[in-house]
């Protein structure tokens, strides 16, 4: 499963709830008819739900899920992560990825010095960052192209502008 999001809060009385999508294009997720919810990403326990409405409202964007009837549901589905299986997603162009891709691929400078492997990325507003781990060392490095300068998904790794003192 992918992770796209996560449910943030209730909105309204009849079952919509906010999302936070992770990412920078959720109006990609208007072609999928439905939506996997967990409280655990790890638990790879995944409860199906039809998407009924899925919409930007003013700086957030609102869903309504199939079975999310009322407030009350809705709170119980609030912190939910929003996932769906890779066959579900649409494409990416070139030089899109999705976060799932990048976690786990190695890090190296145009040196050729290993800076460590991804482990997660931050959404700042401004652009995405790179949580970079060697050890217990932690980088974050921008994901912009004046510091990322390719990405190889099938070989696993990326190469970077950045010293390795930095």
């Given at each position: 499963m992918i992770v796209l999001g996560r449910v943030v809060a209730p909105y309204g009385l009849r079952g919509w709830v906010k999302v936070r999508p992770l990412g920078d294009d959720p109006e990609a997720w208007l072609g999928m008819p439905q939506w996997w919810l967990s409280t655990d990403v790890e638990n790879n326990v995944w409860q199906p739900y039809p998407v009924e409405h899925f919409r930007h409202h003013g700086a957030a964007w609102i869903a309504k899920l199939g079975g999310i009837d009322d407030r009350a549901a809705a709170e119980r589905v609030d912190g939910f992560f929003v996932a769906a299986p890779r066959d579900a997603l649409p494409r990416t162009e070139r030089d899109e990825y999705y976060w799932a891709d990048l976690i786990g691929l190695a890090v190296t400078n145009e040196q050729g010095e290993a800076l460590g492997k991804v482990d997660s990325l931050i959404e700042t507003g401004a652009h995405q960052v790179l949580v970079v781990k060697d050890g217990d060392a932690e980088r974050?490095?921008?994901?912009?192209?004046?510091?990322?300068?390719?990405?190889?998904?099938?070989?696993?790794?990326?190469?970077v502008e950045w010293e390795k003192d930095w």
């Open positions: 974050l490095l921008p994901f912009v192209s004046q510091v990322v300068k390719s990405v190889d998904v099938g070989n696993g790794c990326i190469r």
